[in-house]
């Protein structure tokens, strides 16, 4: 049997073992969606979750694959007599029943919230001692998704094992519902979820939650990037660069089924800059983290759209092989910002189909002439410029190069633009990809351009990837073998 036969049936064979280990078969990619928080916090309702998942579905997000409408923190008003949870009958006047049946309508999920402690972060009633009854009223209420915080958690931390056992106890309660429930758990890292949590849950938070800024040092997230592994207090208000670098030596964690779970994106917010926005969008794709929009999707601007739309990174988020990309180097560099940081990073990772992804990460204060050699892209395949990949020539693909304008993304707000086109093979078509309609894996394997972005140049065997890219930037591209001239038998 051909070896690249017997990967395929090893690959296949490691998926399904994921699947069972889960018990959910869920998030066989890293799961999509949007989540109240970051925008509006405790100010939660029905209308809110209604009115933005209708706009999800106006601006096309849906068929993109963004599936999850999550209601975070602050939805109840307590217990019943029985113990029961209680939703909030004047911010949920219909019951979550309805919100539910509402959103399933629209072929969207829904999402709760609860910890694993006695309160939930803004103190209301929580599921630790409850977690079976509180099982069974999320799947009454026809919950998809729960998203499990840490906080008032009575001590029962400090080792893998005490967290992991507090943990599995809601993901037993959910899988004996006999309703799937992506089980999210949102721990911040603590007691190093990344050993434990793949046979319990489909995703787990790795770091102290995000906030909307680029590289910002803030003391209430105490430990720095190069802390990530051994971070005593996870904390919150953590720049996209300081989560980032506290992933880079656990990226391999993440698996089908069960994914490194960076936080929800900022995109849209107005910390950062449009630049500083791609690069964490395109950072989150590329190390397969779950894709939660945290914007105030009503308010949208052209240029958040265009960037949360951009199919050709949405299919390395996506991508079947589920492998993360990973950080070939990262330089310290002179050019710091007025946060007193700067530095630059190359991260690349094998894709499915043989192709490779590249980003190069410009967090200098100034725009950078970047390059990345073959050999450091391949070095997982042989270090010392002795991978086999080196020597053969590959096409480049700027997974940005299509990105949609603000005309046709300010029109698609508007109610003048179509977000829900037929899949296309026009570049100009391509932001309109309906991965409802062809998934991400079928769309690549019909080489559909809308997911491969633009041909800009060919990097020559043991050449080097070029790119002048912006400060707070990144490039980002796909590297695709380019096939061997056929050759000509000499004339006798």
């Given at each position: 049997?051909?070896?690249?036969?017997?990967?395929?049936?090893?690959?296949?064979?490691?998926?399904?073992?994921?699947?069972?280990?889960?018990?959910?078969?869920?998030?066989?990619?890293?799961?999509?969606?949007?989540?109240?928080?970051?925008?509006?916090?405790?100010?939660?309702s029905?209308?809110?979750?209604?009115?933005?998942?209708?706009?999800?579905?106006?601006?096309?997000?849906?068929?993109?694959?963004?599936?999850?409408?999550?209601?975070?923190?602050?939805?109840?008003?307590?217990?019943?007599?029985?113990?029961?949870?209680?939703?909030?009958?004047?911010?949920?006047?219909?019951?979550?029943?309805?919100?539910?049946?509402?959103?399933?309508?629209?072929?969207?999920?829904?999402?709760?919230?609860?910890?694993?402690?006695?309160?939930?972060?803004?103190?209301?009633?929580?599921?630790?001692?409850?977690?079976?009854?509180?099982?069974?009223?999320?799947?009454?209420?026809?919950?998809?998704?729960?998203?499990?915080?840490?906080?008032?958690?009575?001590?029962?931390?400090?080792?893998?094992?005490?967290?992991?056992?507090?943990?599995?106890k809601?993901?037993?309660a959910l899988?004996?519902?006999?309703r799937?429930?992506?089980?999210?758990?949102?721990?911040?890292?603590?007691?190093?979820?990344?050993?434990?949590?793949?046979?319990?849950?489909?995703?787990?938070?790795?770091?102290?939650?995000?906030?909307?800024?680029?590289?910002?040092?803030?003391?209430?997230?105490?430990?720095?990037g190069?802390?990530?592994?051994?971070?005593?207090?996870?904390?919150f208000?953590?720049?996209?660069?300081?989560?980032?670098?506290?992933?880079?030596?656990?990226?391999?964690?993440g698996?089908?089924?069960?994914?490194?779970?960076?936080?929800?994106?900022?995109v849209g917010?107005?910390?950062?800059?449009?630049?500083?926005?791609?690069?964490?969008?395109?950072?989150?794709?590329?190390?397969?983290?779950?894709?939660?929009?945290?914007?105030?999707?009503?308010?949208?601007?052209?240029?958040?759209?265009?960037?949360?739309?951009?199919?050709?990174?949405l299919?390395?988020?996506?991508?079947p092989?589920?492998?993360?990309?990973?950080?070939r180097?990262?330089?310290?560099?002179?050019?710091?910002?007025?946060?007193?940081?700067?530095?630059?990073?190359?991260?690349?990772?094998?894709?499915?189909?043989?192709?490779y992804?590249?980003?190069?990460?410009n967090?200098?204060?100034?725009?950078?002439?970047?390059?990345?050699?073959?050999?450091?892209?391949?070095?997982?395949?042989?270090?010392?410029?002795?991978?086999?990949?080196?020597?053969?020539?590959?096409?480049?693909?700027?997974?940005?190069?299509?990105r949609?304008?603000?005309?046709?993304?300010?029109?698609?707000?508007?109610g003048?633009?179509?977000?829900?086109?037929?899949?296309?093979?026009?570049?100009?078509?391509?932001?309109?990809?309906?991965?409802?309609?062809?998934?991400?894996?079928?769309?690549?394997?019909?080489?559909?351009?809308?997911?491969?972005?633009?041909?800009t140049?060919?990097?020559?065997?043991?050449?080097?990837?070029?790119?002048?890219?912006?400060?707070?930037?990144?490039?980002?591209?796909?590297?695709?073998p380019?096939?061997?001239?056929?050759q000509?038998?000499?004339?006798?």
């Open positions: 049997m051909a070896l690249s036969k017997l990967l395929k049936l090893a690959v296949t064979a490691l998926l399904a073992l994921k699947t069972q280990a889960s018990d959910n078969g869920l998030a066989i990619t890293p799961q999509m969606g949007w989540d109240n928080w970051n925008a509006f916090g405790c100010d939660v029905e209308d809110l979750l209604l009115g933005t998942a209708q706009k999800i579905v106006d601006y096309g997000l849906r068929d993109l694959g963004y599936h999850y409408v999550i209601l975070d923190d602050c939805w109840s008003v307590g217990r019943s007599d029985n113990g029961t949870l209680m939703p909030n009958s004047t911010r949920f006047p219909n019951g979550m029943g309805h919100v539910a049946d509402r959103l399933h309508s629209m072929n969207l999920g829904f999402g709760m919230y609860s910890s694993a402690g006695t309160l939930t972060c803004a103190r209301y009633p929580a599921s630790l001692g409850y977690e079976e009854q509180d099982a069974k009223t999320f799947a009454s209420w026809g919950v998809d998704y729960l998203k499990y915080d840490n906080c008032y958690n009575e001590g029962q931390s400090g080792t893998p094992q005490i967290t992991y056992n507090r943990y599995k809601m993901g037993d899988n004996a519902t006999g799937p429930i992506l089980y999210s758990l949102c721990n911040w890292g603590e007691d190093y979820p990344w050993k434990w949590a793949q046979t319990i849950s489909n995703s787990w938070r790795m770091s102290g939650d995000v906030f909307d800024y680029f590289d910002r040092a803030d003391p209430r997230c105490p430990c720095s190069d802390e990530g592994y051994n971070c005593a207090l996870p904390g208000h953590c720049s996209v660069m300081n989560i980032l670098n506290k992933l880079s030596s656990f990226a391999d964690k698996i089908p089924g069960a994914w490194n779970d960076l936080d929800m994106l900022e917010n107005g910390g950062m800059t449009d630049d500083e926005y791609k690069s964490h969008f395109s950072m989150w794709a590329a190390v397969k983290s779950p894709l939660i929009m945290g914007n105030d999707i009503r308010v949208m601007t052209p240029q958040a759209l265009s960037i949360l739309s951009n199919p050709a990174v299919a390395i988020s996506q991508d092989a589920g492998s993360s990309a990973f950080q180097w990262r330089y310290l560099v002179n050019s710091t910002d007025s946060d007193g940081q700067g530095e630059i990073q190359m991260w690349s990772g094998a894709l499915d189909n043989g192709d992804v590249v980003v190069l990460l967090a200098a204060n100034s725009d950078m002439m970047m390059n990345a050699t073959l050999a450091d892209i391949f070095i997982d395949n042989g270090p010392g410029g002795t991978a086999p990949e080196i020597k053969q020539s590959w096409d480049v693909y700027d997974l940005w190069a299509n949609m304008s603000d005309e046709v993304a300010g029109s698609i707000i508007n003048t633009g179509m977000a829900n086109a037929t899949n296309t093979t026009d570049s100009t078509m391509s932001m309109q990809y309906n991965a409802t309609e062809t998934s991400y894996a079928d769309g690549l394997a019909s080489n559909n351009t809308a997911l491969y972005g633009n041909m140049t060919t990097v020559k065997a043991m050449g080097t990837l070029t790119a002048n890219v912006p400060k707070h930037g990144v490039a980002m591209y796909r590297l695709r380019q096939a061997p001239a056929t000509k038998r000499d004339e006798l």
